[in-house]
């Protein structure tokens, strides 16, 4: 799919490990099914609970729009017929480092930074898993839970 950088299922195996620092937001520690990455993100709880063993669809990409086509960079309040309509939580954020092995290797593993108006996001595993990524590069998270 056009301006989608990376889609899997995740399991949440530890919520808040160290303490809960804000009431209305929580750490959440995460296994991908597919691609056996590890997440460690932060979500506003207060908007959308997450607990511990919840399974959820993550998508990172770089527009809204289904054809692929690129935001113009201003908010619209106007948001039917995109990506966003089949999710229940939808943050914009940024990649703001990538750090990891060496960038030659097949075997290397990078993990991806990227913050969502101070939530923040590492997305870590097989670099092949975040070609598409680069730092400075406006980001959509798209969550939606699963039953099981």
Known sequence: MAGVLFEDIFDV?????????????????????????DLILDVNTQVYPV??????????ATTLHEDGAPDDGS????????????????MFGRV??????????????????????????????AANNLHGMETGQNVYLLLKKLAF
Request: overall charge negative; aromatic content about 14%; some cysteine.
């Open 96 to 125: 703001y480092r990538i750090e990891g092995d060496d960038f030659g290797d097949s075997n290397a593993i990078l993990s991806a930074y990227i913050s969502y108006g101070g939530l923040l996001m590492r997305l870590k595993g």
């Open 13 to 37: 195996k530890d919520v808040d490990p160290n303490g809960k620092h804000f009431d209305r937001v929580s750490r959440l520690f995460c296994e991908s099914e597919s691609f056996k990455m």
């Open 75 to 90: 908010y619209t309040s106007n948001l039917e017929g995109t990506r966003a309509d089949t999710f229940e939580y939808v």
């Open 51 to 60: 607990i511990l063993r919840d399974k959820f669809r993550l998508m990172l």
